[in-house]
């Protein structure tokens, strides 16, 4: 299993935004969601709502962007909250893959 953290200060970070995904967020945590949604890899995934108020899924964005995002729908979530967590974990494991490499690519 990869770990999802760096330094024990991280894991009381991720703690913190499972508890209240929409915050409010301490500085701390600010500045590294900041960090995390700098790095290339993990602004390549998004939430998409695919029942308005009701139904939410995870979707991975092409880096060709005349392609089509592909979205998984295997996997939906009852509430945004959930999908919002789903979202940050699974950047936390695209850095942890990636070695928390940054790109200079658009959003």
Request: without cysteine; charged residues 35%.
């Amino acid at each position: 299993m990869t770990r999802l953290y760096r330094t024990p200060g991280e894991e009381e970070l991720i703690e913190e935004y499972l508890q209240r995904p929409k915050g409010p967020h301490s500085p701390e945590l600010q500045a590294f969601l900041k960090t995390l949604l700098g790095e290339r890899a993990s602004r390549n995934v998004i939430i998409v709502n695919l029942v308005p108020f009701r139904l939410w899924a995870l979707a991975t964005l092409p880096e060709d962007r005349s392609l089509r995002v592909r979205i998984e729908r295997d996997r939906p979530f009852d509430s945004e909250d959930e999908a919002e967590r789903a979202l940050f974990l699974r950047r936390l494991e695209l850095r942890a893959v990636s070695g928390g490499r940054t790109g200079s690519g658009s959003i």
